[in-house]
């Protein structure tokens, strides 16, 4: 199957030597979209590959930094989260619309902060549209997409391979792709797969603050209209 890569990715997958411990992603998708359908997402949009460390399936994306060091265990889904950042990038590789060709060389099994991520952890393909890698966040009311399925016949299954593994392919090609074999025929997803349409939610610290702020402001009034 035909494979997209910009040649500085071929360069360093040429170069990169496969290291125990270690495991080797090869990230690929066409077309990730905005919150309207069709609309091909900008290449300065933000992607990230989870990790549902918890085995409880993918929550609800929080705002929250990523401008950080990944090690430290940065969760997509709040502080007391499980869903791990592994990796997070743009589109400028592609140089394409919509367009992700993304080469992990060195993933590592183990403890990120409090959480661990073992062999068999689900994986997830999140992107942002509306953010950037200039601003370091991801805030709140935010539309964003995730996909997270076994992508069949154009790549492994969706989880974390066993430890050591190089160039573990992880695929999601529509049916509408520009650059990728396309059409139900050759395995393609159906394009609504790869819609922003999620929005982010406050962290619960910020939401409880928030309702606070609005339980005060209705004790104040009611008190001047007394």
């Known amino acids: 199957m035909k494979k997209i890569h910009s040649s500085l990715l071929l360069c360093a997958s040429t170069m990169m030597s496969t290291v125990y411990g270690t495991i080797s992603f090869d990230i690929q998708a066409d077309q990730l979209q905005t919150l309207n359908a069709g609309e091909a997402m900008p290449t ?7 990790a549902d460390t918890d085995s409880n399936g993918f929550d609800a994306v929080e705002a929250f930094s990523f401008a950080e060091d990944l090690s430290t265990g940065i969760t997509a889904d709040g502080t007391s989260g499980d869903d791990l950042v ?20 060195s993933v ?39 996909f997270s399925q076994a992508s069949g016949s154009l790549g492994s299954e969706w989880d974390v391979p066993a430890d050591g593994s190089s160039s573990y ?17 050759s395995g393609a997803l159906d394009s609504g797969l790869l819609v922003a349409n999620l929005t982010t939610v406050p962290e619960p610290a910020s939401a409880a603050a928030l309702l606070g702020l609005v339980v005060l402001g209705g004790a104040l009034v009611r008190r001047r209209v007394r």
């Open 44 to 50: 300065t949009g933000v992607v990230m590959l989870l």
């Open 86 to 105: 592994l990796w997070y990038g743009d589109l400028s590789n592609s140089g394409m619309d919509g367009l992700l060709a993304a080469w992990l060389p």
């Open 108 to 146: 590592s099994l183990g403890s990120y902060g409090s959480h661990t991520l073992s062999e068999g952890d689900a994986l997830a393909l999140a992107w942002f549209p509306e953010a950037s890698m200039a601003d370091g966040f991801i805030g709140v009311g935010a539309s964003y997409g995730i």
């Open 169 to 185: 392919g992880l695929y999601a090609f529509t049916q509408n792709s520009i650059m990728l074999p396309s059409g139900p025929e």
